[in-house]
């Protein structure tokens, strides 16, 4: 069984920082690519970050130079290190990973509860 376990999130004020962990776990898992999602009430999920296994990074537009996705391989963690935080910001961070193995033959989308950030103003 392959669990996605977010954490980090929290309360901060606008122009502040957080940084979320996530770190996947399994029996014989290997990882290929990661990323983080977020939704706020009423929006559709959307793609905040994304990392390759080689350390390519993508980011959405909104975020670009102020969020930086990285990763630990022999972990299985990735991270999200946050600053410069916004209102808009404020959201139900998720953590994705395409993982081979913990029941599955094939690169099978994986997905963590959540962890909610909150920047007020």
């Known amino acids: 069984q392959v669990q996605l376990v977010e954490s980090g999130g929290g309360l901060v004020q606008a122009g502040g920082s957080l940084r979320l962990s996530c770190a996947a776990s399994g029996r014989n898992i290997v990882i290929n690519n990661m990323g983080w999602y977020r939704q706020a009430p009423g929006k559709q999920r959307e793609l905040v970050a994304g990392i390759t296994r080689a350390g390519f990074t993508n980011y959405a537009d909104s975020v670009k130079g102020r969020f930086t996705i990285s990763r630990d391989n022999p972990k299985n963690t990735v991270y999200l290190q946050m600053n410069t935080l916004k209102p808009e910001d404020s959201a139900v961070y998720y953590c994705?990973?395409?993982?081979?193995?913990?029941?599955?033959?094939?690169?099978?989308?994986?997905w963590g509860r959540g962890t909610h950030v909150t920047v007020s103003s």
């Open positions: 994705n990973a395409a993982v081979l193995g913990g029941g599955s033959s094939y690169f099978a989308d994986r």
